[in-house]
């Protein structure tokens, strides 16, 4: 038996749309996002009806049976740079600075470090998200620079931070056997 405030981590279903919706149609939360205003249901159940790839990992956090945060972990597809995947993640208004965060961080960080192949975590953050920037930093990402005018935010253009973590303990092969 889970307790009422804990935190699952699974993996996103298409019933979880309309929980997605209402996530990311949240003004202070899609701010500091790469979405758009007023996300459907609709939309969104497309979306995770059909994933980008089958190494793309789409995770929600879920506590007392709410749906109170997603993130991704989506490889990059170019040949040279299979090692590397982009992180997203959003965390409801009403839970954050919970633990939600850190929860799907631990998982993301997890799943790559342990069955993914992935070497190096990227993301971009607005360089005004304190929470987040530090939240990042604890699991290892460092700043690796700033984009000016990255991205349109609240009519204006605003920069941003690219942040990266390469893997803590890179597996090994022993060689030779024995």
């Known amino acids: 038996m889970t307790a009422p405030d804990a935190i699952d981590v699974r993996r996103a279903s298409p019933d979880d749309a309309p929980a997605f919706a209402r996530l990311m149609g949240d003004p202070e939360v899609f701010a500091n996002l790469m979405q758009l205003p007023l996300p459907s249901a609709d939309q969104w159940r497309q979306r995770l009806a059909t994933p980008a790839g089958p190494d793309h990992l789409h995770a929600v956090a879920v506590r007392g049976g709410d749906v109170v945060g997603s993130a991704g972990l989506h490889p990059v597809e170019r040949l040279r740079r299979r090692h590397c995947a982009m992180l997203g993640i959003s965390v409801a208004r009403s839970a954050q600075g919970q ?80």
């Open 99 to 178: 633990g939600v965060g850190t929860a799907l961080m631990q998982a993301l960080c997890d799943y790559a470090d342990h069955w993914a192949q992935i070497l190096r975590i990227e993301l971009t953050v607005f360089t005004d998200n304190e929470r987040a920037i530090a939240l990042y930093q604890r699991f290892g990402f460092r700043i690796e620079g700033t984009h000016r005018g990255y991205a349109l935010r609240h009519g204006r253009y605003d920069d941003v931070l690219a942040m990266a973590r390469l893997h803590p303990r890179p597996p090994t092969l022993a060689w030779p056997p024995g």
